[in-house]
């Protein structure tokens, strides 16, 4: 059986988006380093999990980009968690539908190769959070403060640290192993 782990971007307070809804935040603090780690987590998964709002964003964009990020965007396979899309253009993509706890399930026990990584959409990583299924968190720590938004984790939960690497722009990223 396979892992999911859940890749956020955070700031410094905890929130996961702006109140207003904002995008850009995330810049606060990056770097080539840290754009390695994040390219490295990307490209090892077996699979992208994405709600249905992150793949409208996405599916409109990944496939035209360019850059190191492009390739795994694009190649490796994505699954939609949607119970209203009925279509998804973007190659190597399939949906999900019905209960989210189920599919992510059985997506855990039909793999067997790397890992499956959420990331994108507050929604949907709430309800993975929710759901008790999430192995692994990596959560990048940018240097900003936005006063109020969405958050993560809105009931509370036991994790255990892994690692954290400090990056020379001022982000951090912690892995944190869920407890069983």
């Known amino acids: 059986m396979t892992s999911l782990i859940l890749k956020m971007s955070i700031s410094l307070d ?10 850009g935040w995330e810049a606060a603090g990056r770097s080539p380093d840290g754009a390695e780690w994040v390219l490295d987590t990307v490209s090892n998964a077996s699979a992208h999990l994405i709600g249905a709002a992150t793949y409208t964003r996405w599916a409109t964009f990944w496939p035209g980009a ?3 990020f492009a390739k795994p965007m694009n190649e490796i396979p994505k699954v939609v968690f ?6 998804a253009d973007w190659p190597e993509t399939t949906i999900a539908t019905g209960d989210l706890a189920e599919a992510v399930t059985r ?8 890992y499956l990584l959420a990331q994108g959409g507050v929604r949907f990583a709430r309800s993975l959070v929710q759901t008790g ?48």
């Open 14 to 23: 905890g929130y996961i988006a702006p109140a207003d809804g904002s995008s």
């Open 107 to 114: 997506l855990k026990q039909e793999r067997s190769d790397g």
């Open 133 to 180: 299924l999430i192995d692994e968190y990596r959560l990048v720590v940018h240097p900003v403060v936005l006063g109020a938004g969405e958050q993560l984790f809105t009931t509370p939960l036991t994790i255990e640290p892994v690692s954290t690497i400090a990056f020379t722009s001022g982000a951090v990223a912690h892995v944190f192993a869920a407890h069983p």
């Open 82 to 87: 949607s119970n209203s899309l009925s279509s």
């Open 66 to 68: 360019s850059g190191p």
